[in-house]
């Protein structure tokens, strides 16, 4: 596509629900990035995918949060039982290159409520 | 471990008019790229421009500049002749190769006509 494409644009859930953030990279981009920006803060990295694999996940906050990336392109974070901490935007971003931050394309994000 | 910090939360600005956005990081590397992003109210982090630490030169792009001090580790970001559309968050962002893109708290820019 023509850019980083991310589903749904908000989301609200009930404190304990389950959810599922879609990320669509940029066609042929090997890096994805995963960052959760919470209200008036800086983006803060949560995982990065090179292709399907997953080599650093050192940023998700609790084994509530996972993300995957099953055929090296389309990606899937999922929050488990979530918790009104967990209220943010959550950006996600694909570069060309490998294992570099150079040159990213953001999407538009999801924001998430938590209620 | 690496840091990025904006003091201003808010800055406004005629339109036509030069502003600067000031950001200050703490590394113990030396070779690394700084960037300043623009987030509309879209929320798209958008690449505004880029410096690399081994370069002397400032950065330009158009109407946005650099001031990039190594050794004071500063890396501020000039808006010349301002405009509406520029109203946004801008946010400076730290990067080592192979790591992670660290950002600081973001500068909310208000453009006045």
């Known amino acids: 596509g023509a850019g980083v494409s991310q589903s749904p644009r908000y989301k609200v859930a009930k404190r304990g629900q389950d959810v599922a953030l879609r990320c669509d990279p940029i066609?042929?981009?090997?890096?994805l990035f995963w960052y959760q920006q919470a209200l008036g803060q800086g983006p803060e990295f949560l995982t990065y995918?090179?292709?399907?694999?997953?080599?650093?996940k050192s940023g998700l906050p609790s084994d509530r949060f996972f993300a995957e990336r099953p055929e090296g392109s389309v990606s899937t974070l999922k929050i488990q039982r979530t918790q009104q901490e967990d209220s943010a935007v959550y950006l996600c971003?694909?570069?060309?290159?490998?294992?570099?931050?150079?040159?990213?394309?953001f999407g538009s994000g999801t924001q998430l409520s938590v209620l | 471990a690496q840091t990025v910090t904006q003091s201003q939360p808010e800055m406004s600005v005629q339109e036509a008019e030069t502003v600067t956005l000031s950001c200050t990081y703490d590394?113990?590397?030396?070779?690394?790229?700084l960037f300043w992003y623009k987030q509309p109210p879209s929320r798209q982090m958008i690449l505004v421009i880029r410096q690399e630490a081994y370069k002397q030169q400032n950065a330009t792009e158009n109407r946005f500049s650099v001031n990039f001090q190594k050794a004071a580790k500063s890396f501020s970001l000039k808006i010349s002749d301002s405009q509406l559309g520029d109203t946004a968050m801008y946010f400076c962002?730290?990067?080592?190769?192979?790591?992670?893109?660290?950002f600081g708290t973001g500068t909310r820019l208000q453009v006045f006509p």
């Open positions: 066609s042929g981009h090997v890096s």
């Open positions: 971003a694909s570069s060309l290159l490998r294992g570099t931050n150079e040159k990213l394309f």
């Open positions: 590394t113990s590397e030396n070779n690394y790229y």
């Open positions: 962002a730290f990067y080592r190769n192979t790591d992670k893109l660290i």
């Open positions: 995918f090179q292709n399907e694999a997953q080599l650093d």
